[in-house]
């Protein structure tokens, strides 16, 4: 049965329910902006290939056989999911409605970069809903590559397939007992760091600190390793040590330990992106908007 009503034009179940409630072919077929021979042969021939009746012809005004009124109270209930489909459309097209789901590379990106991000598409966008994750940089790149978010916050990586907005450029800075000697130092080399016990982070900052290493010809030697900032602070006010992490992972509250930067520096370009081709939804596309506005 469903693959003979998938065969019915869907003339039919619309000309059904103005019947229903006009009681006339020819009124329903006026309607629906089409002739009345056109309309009877229409409903005749969906008789025909249902094998049932869908009008009592002899009574005036017409009525729908109980069959009929199957059909016409289908096609009422798939009519109304089409406007309710129709308005939520035209509400995600004018106010930017749905979800986008970003990625971060841990706290340091979700605190100091995404807010300014968020407020930005919030004030476009007010109905775009937003879901942040936080990982490390390289998962927050296989999360994107992977299809489960539609943005990354993720140290810049100049990918063929990624689309790149740059968004600010960070840089790696030592953390040092403020009662330690080289708190004075405005600046720290690879020999004054090795020259102390060596706190490791294994968060995100990993990799750029084993490059920093090996660009300065030195071989990184960990003497402690943590994963929570805290859990290095704490170290390093202890006088175990001294640790190398991102300049925007420092908190703003950070005592007895001294911030000192680096010397080669060496720069962390930070950027969002997205694979490159088409947006997953329109509140994706509205955001990237918002993002590329940034660069205006």
């Known amino acids: 049965m469903i693959d003979e009503l998938n065969d019915i034009p869907a003339l039919v179940p619309k000309l059904l329910v103005q019947l229903a409630s006009l009681g006339s072919i020819t009124q329903a077929a006026t309607a629906l902006n089409v002739s009345q021979p056109a309309a009877s042969k229409a409903i005749r021939n969906a008789e025909i ?3 049932v009746e869908l009008i009592r012809r002899d009574n005036r005004p017409l009525e729908l056989t109980q069959e009929g009124q199957l059909i016409a109270e289908y096609a009422k209930q798939q009519q109304e999911k089409e406007d309710a489909l ?3 459309l035209r509400q995600i097209k004018k106010e930017g409605a749905g979800t986008i789901k970003i990625a971060s590379f841990g706290a340091s990106a979700s605190t100091h ?3 300014n991000f968020i407020q930005r598409i919030s004030q476009s966008s007010p109905n775009i809903k937003i879901e942040i994750y936080e990982y490390t940089d390289e998962g927050a790149l296989s999360a994107l ?3 489960r978010v539609d943005f990354a916050i993720i140290v810049d990586k100049q990918a063929l397939d990624l689309d790149i907005i740059p968004v600010m450029t960070d840089r790696l800075v030592a953390l040092v007992n403020e009662n330690d000697t080289l708190s004075k ?3 720290l080399s690879v020999q004054e760091i090795m020259s102390r016990d060596f706190i490791l982070t294994k968060g995100g900052s990993e990799a750029l600190i084993r490059e920093w290493f090996y660009l300065s010809n030195a071989s990184l030697k ?4 943590a994963v929570q900032l805290t859990s290095i602070l704490a170290l390093i006010r ?3 040590g001294i640790s190398i992490v991102a300049e925007l992972a420092v908190p703003d509250s950070h005592p007895n330990i001294k911030v000192i930067p680096l010397m080669p520096e060496h720069p962390r370009p930070i950027c969002v992106a997205r694979k490159a081709g088409s947006f997953s939804s329109h509140a994706a596309k509205s955001a990237w908007r918002c993002f590329e506005a940034r660069l205006q």
């Open 49 to 51: 290939r249902l094998g």
């Open 86 to 88: 129709i308005q939520q």
């Open 113 to 115: 970069i995404l807010p």
């Open 145 to 147: 590559r992977e299809g």
């Open 185 to 187: 130092q405005p600046t």
């Open 222 to 225: 960990a003497k402690h390793t």
């Open 238 to 240: 202890a006088g175990l």
